[in-house]
């Protein structure tokens, strides 16, 4: 299995921009599908949205604000986010072929 490290969260005003980043200990290439989830305290772990070879898709409540997007030759997936607003508060995980990275905390607050 592919083990994975998240890095790039942090403490952010509403409106903020973050990128996250997801890096493999291996070659990613022929995973065809990676996917970011998060979760709150006490709660579930929700898509976020996962990027395929052929195309990238979110969850209703991301769209138009967070990019997805892969770097092979990095062995790095993305997560883009602008405009973020509170409710975007969370610990963010990777996920590649049954693999979880160990989550990312990203806090929005004024």
């Known amino acids: 299995q592919v083990q994975l490290v998240e890095s790039g969260g942090g403490v952010v005003q509403p409106g903020g921009s973050l990128r996250l980043s997801c890096t493999a200990s291996?070659?990613?290439?022929?995973?065809?599908?990676m996917a970011w989830y998060r979760q709150v305290p006490g709660g579930q772990r929700d898509l976020v949205g996962f990027?395929?070879?052929?195309?990238?898709d979110y969850v209703d409540s991301v769209k138009g604000r967070f990019t997805i997007s892969r770097d092979n030759a990095r062995n790095t997936m993305y997560l883009q986010m602008n405009s973020l607003k509170p409710e975007d508060t969370a610990v963010y995980f990777c996920?590649?072929?049954?693999?979880w990275g160990q989550g990312t905390q990203v806090t929005v607050s004024s």
């Open positions: 996920f590649c072929d049954g693999s």
């Open positions: 291996g070659s990613i290439s022929s995973h065809v599908t």
């Open positions: 990027v395929s070879s052929a195309f990238t």
